[in-house]
């Protein structure tokens, strides 16, 4: 919902588009990369980049915090918004998910592949509650990315409901609230001698990014807020940028399950990236878009960004039960040079993007189209079904 004078913000910002290009790139590389003993200085300096691709999945949680948020606000006076949002993040995640899940518990198993798993990380996967699961069952299962996706679900679950009667400045209030918190619980958790991956993949210690994601789309239709904003991208972009690199220097550059990273460095992140966030959104929505953020509106990067859920989705199992297996075969499963490890890594990385743009495609696209027929469908609902909200 947008206050009277405020012109809407646009559903789709290319600019932002491009940026989740950058972060399935940058989680695509860190799972594909083979090398773990780096000799010379340029491998290790590449090594030491791939390692901190992990980066990628904050700045999902981001995008995701942002995106959903923006929805939910913006979708205040349509005709049963809850519906609306639940049946098209449904019909978004869950074809390709159940799809994969099927093919890799149900039909690979027929064809004596080796993708066995516990009932217990079976179940989870089916509930998206595998990130509670996995910290404590590491190496049993073989879809061990999907703790992510189990997180943003659970988010998608609560955050309608929580913000429901919020305006845009109660919003801001509740993320700061939320963000402390994860922050709280992460210390809390690290206290305690819980393992590092269950601090890594528990919700309520990741929910920093996704509030932050979400305090951002929340100022951007906070009027006052808005109106400064709008005419400061650069300066916030550079805010977002700084606060990014004092975590980096204070965490060891973000080192995946160092004390510092699971702590400040999370934060850091959180606030960092969604500042970066709001300023391109900042920049796109200007009357002349800013030319300093053109190269994030490039067709290529942009394309990554529509194919990232399923590349997301598909590049672990092809690098399970594709790549390494050929790797092997032909005596390479652990390369000891760069050249084939980059080699390696490139390849897996288009033939991860081919195989999202075919499940685009030939799949997912089929189920997004319904989302215009239920969009429709509510929008003929009759008034009186639509429950009275506040801002």
């Known amino acids: 919902m947008n206050h009277p004078g405020t012109p809407a913000v646009p559903p ?6 491009g940026v989740r290009g950058i972060a399935i790139l940058l989680v695509v590389t860190h799972n594909l990369n083979l090398l773990t003993d780096p000799s010379g200085l340029a491998a290790r300096l590449v090594v030491a980049g791939l390692e901190r691709g992990w980066l990628g999945v904050q700045l999902f949680f981001v995008l995701s915090g942002f995106l959903i948020t923006g929805i939910l ?8 918004p809850y519906s609306q949002f639940f049946t098209s993040r449904a019909l978004r ?18 064809l004596h592949l080796g993708t066995a798993a516990t009932p217990l990380t079976i179940g989870s996967l089916v509930l998206f509650l595998s990130n509670w699961v996995q910290p404590f069952q590491p190496g049993d299962s073989p879809l061990p990315h999907f703790w992510s996706l189990a997180v943003e679900e659970q988010f998608y679950l609560l955050w309608p409901f929580a913000i429901a009667r919020l305006s845009p400045k109660g919003i801001v209030r509740l993320c700061a609230a939320v963000a402390l918190a994860a922050l709280a619980a992460r210390a809390l958790l690290i206290g305690l001698a819980f393992p590092s991956a269950a601090v890594y993949q528990f919700s309520i210690c990741r929910m920093d990014a996704l509030a932050c994601g979400g305090a951002a789309a929340a100022l951007l239709r906070w009027p006052a807020a808005r109106a400064w904003l709008l005419q400061r991208p650069l300066q916030v972009l550079l805010i977002g940028a700084a606060v990014v690199l004092a975590g980096a220097a204070a965490c060891n550059g973000y080192t995946q399950y160092k004390l510092t990273t699971q702590t400040a460095g999370y934060t850091a992140l959180s606030i960092g990236f969604a500042a970066i966030v709001l300023a391109l959104a900042c920049a796109d929505m200007a009357p002349v878009p800013a030319r300093w953020a053109a190269p994030l509106r490039a067709a290529w990067l942009r394309r990554f960004g529509l194919y990232s859920y399923a590349m997301y989705v598909l590049h672990v199992p092809l690098h399970g039960l594709v790549g390494l297996p050929l790797l092997q075969s032909w005596g390479w499963a652990k390369p000891a040079d ?30 997004l189209r ?13 008034a009186g079904a639509t429950t009275t909200r506040t801002a």
């Open 12 to 17: 789709r910002l290319p600019v932002l588009d």
């Open 73 to 80: 606000i913006d979708s205040r006076d349509d005709p049963r």
């Open 93 to 110: 995640i869950l074809p390709l998910y159940y799809g994969t899940l099927l093919v890799v518990f149900g039909l690979l198993p027929l």
């Open 338 to 367: 760069l050249a084939p490890a980059a080699a390696y890594i490139a390849v897996g990385t288009l033939v991860s993007f081919a195989a999202g743009a075919l499940s685009y495609h030939l799949f997912e696209v089929h189920f």
């Open 370 to 382: 319904l989302k215009h027929r239920v969009r429709a469908m509510w929008a003929n609902t009759p």
